[in-house]
């Protein structure tokens, strides 16, 4: 790592289009302290240290992900440790910066960990600032309603199991994805969502009327990914 070189623990650039622009390591581990007789401190232990790293990215260039293509269990390797991808975010708007980001976990240094990985759907990211809806997770509908922000979130539990603190196995359980949405309403007419195959309205559309203001829906939708369990 450097000031040009940055660290993608979760394995998600894509060369010019999608760059990583800073990481963190977010290391923790336990500290143990044992009281003896005289009630001072008379034995410690550091143990369980591990890395929860996480990542953002800048978009380039318009990049399309195939189905599959983004992995969350997908495992990236830097310096001996091994790194699982269990979160990312995308979130597009109207005059905002596109932001992209991820998390990862550090599991077992041994390949004898999880081999379930769960499919991310085909999605597409931008430079441009303006509001696009992912995923075709929904049908907007409304006269003077317009969709200005959406953010969607794939994201897995990246269990690991232990002994003394250290990652001796792990497995990706729950896979889904999210995508939240923010409606302008510039009319009388209230916005209506439809959800798209697949999807679920998580979230019902609940709406925002400050004064002097438009008022601003938002909604929540769902969808359980597919996983792939290797031989």
Not at 117 to 128: G, K, L, N, Q
Not at 139 to 149: A, D, I, P, Q, W
């Amino acid at each position: 790592m450097s000031w040009e070189s940055k660290t993608d623990y979760c394995g998600l650039a894509v060369a010019n289009k999608l760059e990583i622009k800073s990481s963190s390591m977010n290391r923790s581990g336990q500290y143990l302290e044992k009281a003896g007789q005289s009630g001072a401190i008379a034995a410690t232990k550091a143990y369980g240290i591990v890395d929860a790293p996480s990542c953002e990215y800048v978009v380039k260039a318009e990049n399309a992900f195939a189905a599959g293509a983004i992995k969350l269990g997908a495992v990236t390797t830097i310096d001996n440790k091994r790194y699982a991808l269990a979160r990312f975010t995308y979130s597009n708007g109207a005059d905002q910066e596109p932001t992209f980001s991820g998390t990862a976990q550090e599991i077992e240094s041994t390949t004898d960990g999880t081999t379930r990985t769960f499919d991310c759907p085909a999605f597409s990211i931008s430079p441009d600032e303006s509001a696009e809806m992912l995923m075709s997770a929904a049908t907007l509908s409304g006269s003077g309603c317009e969709l200005t922000k959406c953010t969607l979130t794939c994201s897995a539990n990246v269990k690991n199991h232990t002994k003394n603190g250290t990652p001796v196995a792990s497995d990706v359980t729950m896979g889904k994805a999210t995508v939240e949405v923010e409606i302008l309403q510039t009319s009388t007419t209230a916005p209506t969502l439809a959800a798209g195959t697949g999807w679920d309205i998580s979230s019902p559309l609940t709406c925002d009327d400050p004064d002097a203001d438009f008022p601003t829906w938002k909604a929540t939708l769902s969808k359980p990914l597919a996983y792939t369990q290797a031989a």
